[in-house]
């Protein structure tokens, strides 16, 4: 069996997230596996990779690989592949990860899929299918090395403390590859934790009756420490909160790993939208709220007076 | 000459209008001749729509009449101008004739003042946008015309060229004007040219005004569909086959049909739509009549380029989207056909708003984000929230006698079609489970097909992704017919007009009924009790756009609510001029902007009545009246009809 590799997308010259995710993976396939980083830092964050279980890292801190979309990283990481011959590189369902898995599809003509939540063997990968109702394994046919884009936030990573070789990775990229440059980045500026990623989301519904409530969510999420503070359209709609708080159907759609909803009665507009969420925990004073059946605790009661008693409490806890 | 000359101009401008037309995509078949001459007698010389305004409707159908009874006298005219002895055969010579043209053309001055009463006094809001100077203009020619008819009668009469001058006694009574001698000859020959030449002018004027409804509107009225209004006409896009030319809905003025033109040159920019249309009450950019304009507008501009593009040219042409219209305005209509309603020349607003939509969401992927989430759960799921299809069944959870369908069953009598709302949103599954408890009260073995069930694809289809809304249908017509499915009962008014209308197209004939009208058959013939417990207060129904305006379905539901012995009372807009919740055409799977928001206007109608509950018939209506009810914290109930039949009849309190 050959080596397992994960693609470590670097952003803005740190070691994108997904990577540690990819390399605890990686590990449980059983094989030597190894990690390419390919832009400026990519050779500090060798360390970081190696705690989690790469045992080399192909390495370039070449500003050709942050200056360029795709094409050079497909270059790159075709060259290695064509040198080492490994049998899986996992690559992370960001924009990056897509780009460069799909481009490099084209160019081995090897198998890729896509959308994968898990790997459990180099020809074997996990997915969901019918909107998350049904999972299954899917074999991975044809030619070595597969291709596997896997869902952010999949697994959870776990460290193993041990160090990588570098090895460094040339950066002669031909003028063809160099197609499309990168002349900006955006940044969204927001307060907070981004909904979709925060591990925890506290969201208010038509029941806390008015914007000022809100503060009392703020000071919640800031209590549990990055969360992250959502609405349901109701409290949209009535100019509470903007649009961009909004959870559900016709806004975000979340997964955190724990969810509390705050006076929200749980119409399906936006149980949609946060049906993902690991453990929900409701708190709305009519017991009949079609939000109460579907939570993991739910509480019968005021809101007013439960989310102020369940911030201090988590402060004292947290303090002590 | 003047005659030759006024006819040559009159085609040359009309002609290009004619071969735009011509150029168009064919419409849909012409079914129905009976139904469609029946229309030509009620709404075209009848005025049957026009009627829907009383004033406005009796002036535009006297000038119209007017109009019809003095089409003769311009033949008359013609022969006078050659020489004022000669006149019509029979009719310049007849008492009755003199009469009714004498009555008519007093009564055009009649309508002329009435409808610059009208512009100019009332100053209705419908009139915003529309070109004001422009029908000034036609005004007073109309009135012209007549005035110089009615003085130029008056005047042969003053020189005894008139064989029944007491028939006439408006011109009788003016002739008093003229003192018959040389003075009057002259006199009588200026107004026999001057009406001629202004009835010529008006001929030459017609095909760049809006005025050319006078020609248009007849063959549009002709041309409008005969199937209910809520059936679409089909794509039927064949992947497999596609040629370049496909084409995925309008996005140019070559993709429009003939029927469509033809709208845009009926349109008189009368502006009954616009006050009728819901998006526009509620201060959105949308309003049918300037989205009608925008099109011709640009139509009219792009003219020389269609005609070329009609001769096999390669031509240039703008986007309709957002040329003639913006994005938001195709986004903000709800579907609900009050506008198609309300045209008095039968002008279909939605099915080409549909047809942009087609064009942006299938060939260029354009469309308000938020509603991707009901796409792909469409797509995924098979219902717009993406809930598994095992939990189809779970409303049925504690009670008796629901039989799933398995495939191999015997066909069921009568198929209960859930829906997707009636399945998975709580509200409308208290609805669904008073119905199943209502049929099994009667006896009726309800038979639902759960997990087997798609989404019909209304809300895709509505939306413009016909692809997605073909393979549904396809799908559930595979299903239902193998299930030897004959009759359905649907609860959702979106389904109901998709089943019943639609559905025919892809294979599946069946006799499909609202629960409304089932569960009104079953009071009337006795199988669902009387009342055991009277209901107290009074309900408002509000009519479901699918059910009533584009289904005709009224009186089932009022039928039923009645039964239950409730107090009934009617909104100030109800049946036909029924106003929408907000949810058709997709907008339940979208934000909505603008001032107000159109379930909060309807609930705030429904809430002005006094009623304690505002009974519904469809669950969209349910979840966006009941929103509305939540949010300004009021304490009208909103429930289905079926639930407050369950009520009433099965004296218990809602599941």
Known sequence: MGAAWVYAEMVGGHVHESAAELLTIARSLGAEVAAIALGPGATDAAAELGAHGAATVYASDDEVFSGFAGGPQTFAVAGLIEEHRPSIVLFPGTYEGRDVAGRLQARTGSTLMANAIDVVGTDRARTEIFGGMKVVDVQLAGPEPHLVLVRPRSVTPARTDGTAQVVAVPAEIPEAERGARLLERHEEVASGPKLEEAKVVVSGGRGLGGPEAFAMLDALAEAIGGAAVGASRAAVDAGWVPYSYQIGQTGKTVKPEVYIAAGISGALQHIVGMKGAKRIVAINKDADAPILKMADLGVVGDVFQVIPALTEEIRRRTSS | ?655
């Open chain 2, 1 to 655: 000459m003047v005659l030759a000359a006024a006819v040559a101009l009159f085609v040359a401008r009309g002609r290009p209008r004619l071969d735009i037309v011509r150029a168009a995509r064919p419409a849909g078949p012409l079914d129905h001749p009976g139904a469609r001459a029946r229309r030509e007698l009620v709404q075209v010389l009848g005025q049957r729509k026009l009627f829907q305004k009383a004033i406005p409707g009796a002036m535009h159908a006297t000038i119209f009449w007017g109009f019809l009874i003095l089409l003769p006298t311009i033949a008359e005219a013609m022969l006078a101008v050659i020489d004022p002895a000669w006149t019509l055969p029979y009719l310049g010579h007849a008492a009755w004739f003199a009469f009714l043209q004498d009555l008519f053309a007093t009564l055009v001055i009649v309508g002329v003042g009435v409808a610059f009463f009208i512009r100019k006094v009332q100053r209705p809001d419908r009139f915003r946008g529309s070109h004001m100077q422009e029908a000034d203009r036609i005004l007073l020619t109309i009135l012209g015309i007549v005035t110089t008819l009615l003085l130029w009668n008056a005047s042969r009469i003053a020189l005894g060229y008139a064989d029944h001058p007491d028939a006439a006694p408006v011109a009788n009574a003016l002739s008093s004007l003229f003192s018959g001698g040389r003075s009057t000859e002259v006199a009588e020959r200026i107004l026999v040219w001057a009406h001629l030449l202004l009835v010529l002018g008006f001929l030459t004027y017609l095909p760049r005004s809006k005025h050319l409804h006078i020609i248009t509107a007849a063959p549009n009225v002709y041309l409008a569909k005969t199937a209910p209004s809520g059936y679409l006409e089909p794509l039927r896009i064949d992947l497999e086959g596609t040629e370049e030319d496909t084409r995925f809905g309008a996005a140019v003025a070559t993709d429009l049909t003939r029927k469509q033109v033809l709208d845009l040159y009926s349109c008189t920019e009368c502006g009954r739509c616009q006050e009728v249309c819901p998006a526009w009450a509620t201060g959105k950019p949308l309003s049918p009549k300037l989205l009608i304009m925008g099109l011709r507008d640009q139509v009219v501009a792009e003219a020389p380029a269609l005609l070329s593009a009609a001769s096999g040219g390669i031509v240039e042409l703008q986007p309709l989207v957002p040329n003639a219209v913006t994005d938001e305005v195709v986004w903000d209509c709800v579907t609900c056909g009050a506008c198609v309603r309300e045209c008095p020349v039968d002008i279909e607003h939605v099915d080409t708003i549909v047809d942009l939509r087609r064009n942006l969401v299938m060939a260029e992927s354009r469309f308000p984000p938020e509603a991707g989430t009901m796409l792909r759960g469409v797509e995924n799921s098979e219902n717009p929230w993406g809930q598994p299809a095992s939990a189809r069944t779970e409303w049925t959870q504690g009670l008796d006698g629901i039989h799933v369908l398995e495939p191999g069953d015997p066909p069921p009598e009568v198929l209960f079609w859930v829906g997707c709302a009636g399945a998975f949103d709580e509200r409308a599954k208290a609805t669904t489970r008073s119905i199943a408890r209502l049929l099994t009260a009667a006896g009726i073995d309800v038979a639902i097909l759960g997990p087997r069930e798609r989404c019909t694809g209304d809300p895709a289809r509505r939306m413009g992704h016909e692809y997605l809304f073909q393979t549904l249908a396809e799908q559930n017509v595979e299903t239902l017919n193998g299930a030897g499915v004959t009759k359905i009962v649907a609860s959702c008014a979106h389904c109901f007009n998709t089943l019943a209308n639609e559905y025919p197209d892809y294979g599946g004939a069946y006799e499909v009924v609202h629960h409304t009208e089932l569960l009104a058959g079953l009071i009337r013939d006795g199988r669902l009790g009387a009342a055991a417990a009277a209901a107290s207060g009074t309900v408002t129904y509000h009519d479901a756009c699918y059910l009533g305006r584009h289904n005709g379905r009224y009186d089932a539901p009022r039928d039923v609510l009645r039964s239950t012995g409730a107090g009934t009372v009617e909104m100030p807009r109800n049946r036909e001029r029924s106003f929408c919740c907000g949810a058709g055409g997709a907008r339940m799977w979208m934000e909505e902007g603008g001032d107000a928001r159109i379930n909060d206007t309807r609930f705030a109608e429904a809430e002005g009545t006094g009623a304690d509950t505002v009974a519904v018939a469809c669950p969209y209506c349910f979840v966006m009246l009941d929103d509305a009810a939540k949010a300004k914290g009021s304490e009208v109930r909103v429930a289905d009809v079926a639930t407050l039949l369950a009520e009433s009849v099965l004296a218990e309190p809602a599941p």
